[in-house]
Structure formats: C-alpha cells, structure tokens
C-alpha cells in the first residue's frame, strides 16, 4: 500500500484547507484510516481517524473545525480544516491500517499565520 498526501500550504488564521490522501496497492486491505499532524518540537498526535463503516474520531482541539471524509471510488481520504489557527501549524501525515499492517504517507505542511 502507498499513500500519498497533498493540500497543505500557508493559510491566514482563520481561513481552510483540504488534504487528501490517495492509497494504491492493496487497499481492500485497509480498514482504519486517518490523519496525524506533528508540529516541532511535539511529539506525533492523531487528529482524526475514519473506519470502513464510516465511524469517525476526532482530537479534542479539532472537533468542529476538522472533518474526515472518504470517497471509496477515489481511494482517497480527505480533511477539511476550517478556522485554522497557529496551532494547527504542523506536519501532516496520512495513515492507513490493516490486516496487521500500518502504513504511513509522506508528510504535508501545513502553516498557519496569524
């Protein structure tokens, strides 16, 4: 399984962006994905996670900003981030799980000025 990210960029406080995450390979496989963001000097943290029936998960400092979304013709994972803020600032990181396998994505940075 591959997984590559993309969407990041530099964004004003409060404004969105969407990353998505693209999976090829043995994607029947999957059945939990999910984004996870590090900023510096932090370690890794999970920001929102989705599962085959659709059931999703959220970080606490993320609820109500953040949304995960999946199109399965697409292979492709989605987050939408609205009213970013400085804290948001980090690496982003796509990840994928399955039959007793993980998998990560590179990286996408995400910057928001104030």
């Known amino acids: 399984v591959q997984l590559q990210a993309s969407g990041g960029g530099l964004v004003q406080s409060g404004g969105s962006l969407r990353l998505s995450c693209a999976a090829s390979?043995?994607?029947?496989?999957?059945?939990?994905m999910a984004w996870y963001r590090q900023a510096p000097g932090k370690q890794r943290e999970v920001v929102a996670s989705?599962?085959?029936?659709?059931?999703?998960n959220y970080a606490d400092s993320v609820k109500g900003r953040f949304t995960i979304s999946r199109d399965n013709a697409k292979n492709t994972v989605y987050l939408q981030m609205n009213s970013l803020n400085s804290e948001d600032t980090a690496v982003y990181y796509c990840?994928?799980?399955?039959?007793?396998?993980?998998?990560w994505g590179q990286g996408t940075q995400v910057t928001v000025s104030s």
């Open positions: 990840y994928a799980a399955g039959a007793s396998k993980s998998y």
């Open positions: 390979g043995s994607i029947f496989r999957l059945t939990y």
């Open positions: 989705i599962r085959n029936g659709g059931s999703t």
